[in-house]
C-alpha cells in the first residue's frame, strides 16, 4: 500500500516535497516511480528510483529541477520539486513496480491515492 502527500498550491518558481509511504516489504530490485496526470490526458512518467541501489532516471521535462530520493529505513520515497512551473499543475502518483526499471505507467502495480499540485503563475 502506498501513501502520498505533500501536494499544495505554490507560486510559479517556488518548491514542494512530496512524499510517500510505503507499506509491507520493497524488494532491492523493485523501483518506486512518480507520475502526474491532468484531468483529460494520459499519466506521464515523471522519474524512478531502484530501492536497491538508489539508480534514479527522469523524464526530460523535470530534469535539473526535481529530485527522486528514498529513506530504506523509513520505507518512504521523496520528489523534491523545485522550479516549479504553472504546467507541472497536476495530481502526481507514486508506484511500484517489481518489473524492472521502467517508465512506463502498465508495469506499476501498487499505486498510491494521488495528491494535487497547483502552480500558479
Known amino acids: 500500500q502506498l501513501q502520498a502527500s505533500g501536494g499544495g498550491l505554490v507560486q510559479a518558481g517556488g518548491s514542494l516535497r512530496l512524499s510517500c509511504a510505503a507499506s509491507?516489504?520493497?524488494?532491492?530490485?523493485?523501483?518506486m516511480g512518480w507520475f502526474r496526470q491532468v484531468q483529460g490526458k494520459e499519466r506521464e512518467f515523471v522519474a524512478f528510483i531502484r530501492w536497491g541501489v538508489g539508480t534514479t532516471y527522469y523524464a526530460d521535462f523535470v530534469k535539473g529541477r526535481f529530485t527522486i530520493s528514498r529513506d530504506k529505513s523509513e520505507n518512504m520515497v521523496y520528489l523534491q520539486m523545485n522550479s516549479l512551473k504553472p504546467e507541472d499543475t497536476a495530481v502526481y502518483y507514486c508506484a511500484r513496480t517489481t518489473r524492472g526499471l521502467t517508465t512506463m505507467s502498465t508495469f506499476y502495480d501498487s499505486w498510491g491515492q494521488g495528491t494535487q499540485v497547483t502552480v500558479s503563475s
Open positions: 509491507g516489504r520493497l524488494l532491492s530490485s523493485s523501483a
